[in-house]
């Protein structure tokens, strides 16, 4: 009994403090059990209010799904590759017919001609058709088309002097002699040769965007390499990654590719050691090392 009293032996002002926290519980119990916290108040789904809501949530969803959607820019489909087709909606097999036609040194001029070599539906043609952006040259051919002997009255203009037959002298002037060539070939011919520090190759011609092979070969019948420009070569060893990038024939890619080899190697002793790295495009070589050097 004593045990049991020591547990229940309060003074008084204990004992109201744990009456008063009985009541207390007691009290917030009773609310909860028996208090109302449902609302009468009621929202109507088909309210004007909730409607034009969802229709806005609708459009911001409807603006989110089509800025998400890849966008198409002009493009020369002479040059699709893999990734850029496949964005198209283009199969495997219609990208290969484009890549074997190219192989054969040819380029389609028009969209019926794309058409004809890729086998692509019409739905797909009429999709992509209009982002399709061919060569001046092509484009003003297409629109004589129509015109009886329209190909030869393009090509065929007056015999024009000329103030050098050094294709790393010539003017944009002396380039529009040739047939086939109008301002925006001759221009980019000229833009070209700066990058490049001047044609060192003549085949170097070729390797301007759009120009077609057969009248490239006019412009080296009339014009051609009399003293080779002189580079500025940069050493591969010390060159920055954002200097080797400016090689016009390196990519990214292949830029990685050196910097990896130069690590392991800790220093190229001969540029011809670049012919090492994995993958490296051999076909290109010439044209690389006219730019590097490793001394």
Known sequence: MKILKS??????????GIFFLILLILIVQSIIVFGNFSSDDKIDLNSKQVLAFHQQIDSLRTIEIEN??????PFNP???TDSKGEQLGMSIKEIDRLLTFRKTNKFVNSK???????????SLLHKIAPYFKFPDWVVNQNLNSSLKGAKQSYYKKKEKKVSTTDINK??????????GIGDAFSERIVKYRTRLQGFSIEDQLKEVWGLDKEVANKVLSKFTIVDKPIISKINV??????ELLKNPYIDYTLCKKIFEYRDEVAELQNISELKNIKDFPLDKYERIVLY???E
């Open 292 to 294: 590097l050097e490793t």
């Open 170 to 179: 010539a003017t944009a002037e002396d380039f529009k002699t040739i047939n």
């Open 112 to 122: 019926s001609e794309f058409q004809k070599v890729t086998q692509i539906s019409d």
């Open 78 to 80: 002479n040059y699709i």
């Open 7 to 16: 547990h229940f032996w309060y003074h008084k002002s204990q004992r109201n």
């Open 68 to 73: 998400r959607k890849p966008k198409i820019y």
């Open 237 to 242: 060893n010390t060159a920055t990654f954002k």
